[in-house]
C-alpha cells in the first residue's frame, strides 16, 4: 500500500509540474525537469534531513520511471486539448495529501518526535511545489494570500495521521485517513475559500477634525 501512495504521489506530482509549465514557453525537456523536481523536491529534502542515504528516488529507480512516464503523458494531452485552469489546484491538492501522509510516516519509521514527524510531512508535501513555482518564476502557492488552507491542511492532516498512530490502526487504514483528511481540508479551502487570518496593519483612526 505505501508503494501504491508513494507512486501516485510521484505521478499526481509530475502532472502539476507539466500544468504549470503551460504557457511559459518550454520545450519538452525543460517539461520533465519541472515535473520531476516537483516529484522528487520534498522527499529529497525529507531524506536528507532524516540522514536516509541515498534519497528514495535514487534507491528505488521505478520512481524517476513513473514520473517521467506521467509527464510525457500529460505533456501531449495538454498540448492536444485545453485543460481546465483548476486542474493544477486539484492536481496539486492529492499530491500534497499523499506526500504529507507519506513524509510523516517515514519520518516515524525513523523515531523522532511527533512533531518533527509533523514537520516532515508538511516539508514533504509543500517543498516540491516551492521548487516548481520558483522554476517557473511563480511566487510559491504556499506563500500566496489568495491560497486557502495549503500548508494549513498539510500540518492538520500530518498532525491527525501522527496522533492515530498511539492507536496503532492497521498500516493502509492509518495512510488512507491520512491522505482524505488532508486532502478534504485543501479542497474545503479551495471551495468556501477557508483561511487563516491575515496580519496585517490595523486600519487607521480618522484623524479629529480642527
Not at 152 to 162: H, R
Not at 181 to 203: E, M, N, Q, S, Y
Request: overall charge positive.
Amino acid at each position: 500500500m505505501q508503494s501504491l501512495f508513494e507512486h501516485l504521489g510521484v505521478a499526481v506530482a509530475a502532472i502539476t509540474g507539466v500544468l504549470a509549465a503551460r504557457g511559459k514557453r518550454v520545450d519538452l525537456f525543460g517539461v520533465l525537469v519541472l515535473a520531476l523536481v516537483t516529484a522528487f523536491g520534498g522527499g529529497t529534502v525529507r531524506d536528507l534531513a532524516l540522514g536516509e542515504r541515498p534519497v528514495f528516488w535514487v534507491r528505488d529507480a521505478g520512481f524517476v520511471i513513473t514520473g517521467a512516464a506521467t509527464a510525457v503523458v500529460t505533456f501531449f494531452i495538454a498540448r492536444a486539448r485545453v485543460v481546465p485552469g483548476t486542474a493544477l489546484l486539484l492536481a496539486d491538492a492529492c499530491a500534497l495529501s499523499f506526500f504529507t501522509i507519506l513524509g510523516a510516516e517515514k519520518a516515524l519509521a525513523f523515531q523522532v518526535a511527533p512533531h518533527i514527524a509533523v514537520a516532515m510531512g508538511v516539508i514533504t508535501g509543500v517543498a516540491g511545489g516551492m521548487c516548481r513555482d520558483v522554476l517557473t518564476g511563480e511566487i510559491p502557492l504556499v506563500f500566496r494570500r489568495e491560497i486557502h488552507l495549503y500548508a494549513t491542511a498539510s500540518a492538520i492532516g500530518a498532525g491527525c495521521f501522527v496522533g492515530m498512530q498511539a492507536w496503532q490502526p492497521p498500516r493502509a487504514t492509518g495512510l488512507i485517513a491520512g491522505v482524505l483528511i488532508t486532502l478534504a481540508l485543501r479542497l474545503a479551502g479551495i471551495r468556501w475559500r477557508l483561511g487563516l487570518p491575515v496580519f496585517d496593519h490595523p486600519p487607521r483612526e480618522n484623524p479629529p477634525e480642527r
